[in-house]
């Protein structure tokens, strides 16, 4: 089974706006990550908050973590065309991943 | 290595032969997990190895699957009796040490299809 499922399924913006995405996970956590994955394979790792942080920056991506509602959100701000991809939250020491969000970027 | 490598990139088989997928994970890196990936979909958890032995074998399907890792290190993933519906992209990742606050770092995948 899943544990973090992401919403929505599909996003599509335009260049230099801001995606938000979210995560929701069933049981408790002790960190969550958050992966990329471009068209192709390749999954490429972006962040890590762990259950004692609320909010975590890295470059243009901000991570939020809300535990009482076992959720997180990924912020993307001044999106380009490089980060049309899908992206997946991973919570539970089995690091299994849900179905993601599919992000396109239009020019 | 510098990275995860996994061979070979694309296999293709017919209904019914065995293949054998390869992972070499970072040097040093303890945890190993395998996932198969369907289009459109996340990667589906298969298993998950601590050293040589499996700690988390749940993911696998059924007992056609198998996977190995003698020496901690190289890991092989073993399909018996093929069938169509194997047809995926099977990735391959590995940690320095296993668990949630480890990332894992991810190889390109073996797209497998079975005709």
């Known amino acids: 089974s899943q544990q973090g499922e992401e919403d929505p399924q599909a996003l599509s913006i335009q260049e230099g706006e801001n995606a938000t995405m979210n995560c929701s996970y069933k049981?408790?956590?002790?960190?969550l990550q958050w992966y990329r994955q471009n068209s192709g394979r390749g999954l490429v790792h972006l962040i890590l908050?762990?259950?004692?942080?609320r909010e975590k920056h890295s470059g243009r991506l901000r991570v939020t973590l809300d535990t009482s509602k076992k959720s997180s959100s990924l912020l993307i701000t001044a999106s380009r065309a490089a980060d049309t991809a899908s992206y997946f939250c991973v919570s539970n020491e089995k690091l299994t991943f849900g179905t993601g969000t599919r992000l396109t970027i239009i020019p | 290595g510098a990275g995860v490598s996994q061979t070979p990139s694309n296999k293709v088989t017919e209904k019914g032969k065995y293949v054998e997928l390869r992972c070499d994970p970072i040097s040093g890196h303890t945890a190993l997990y395998w996932y198969r990936q369907s289009l459109g979909q996340g990667p589906e958890f298969l298993i998950y190895?601590?050293?040589?032995?499996?700690?988390?074998d749940s993911g696998l399907p059924n007992d056609r699957f198998f996977a190995v890792r003698p020496e901690g290190s190289v890991s092989t993933l073993k399909i018996q009796r093929t069938e169509r519906g194997d047809s995926a992209v099977y990735l391959c990742?590995?940690?320095?040490?296993?668990?949630?606050?480890?990332?894992?770092?991810f190889g390109s995948g073996t797209q497998l299809s079975v005709l």
């Open positions: 049981t408790s956590i002790n960190n």
């Open positions: 990742a590995s940690s320095l040490s296993g668990g949630s606050h480890e990332k894992l770092f």
């Open positions: 190895f601590q050293g040589t032995g499996a700690a988390d």
């Open positions: 908050i762990r259950s004692n942080e």
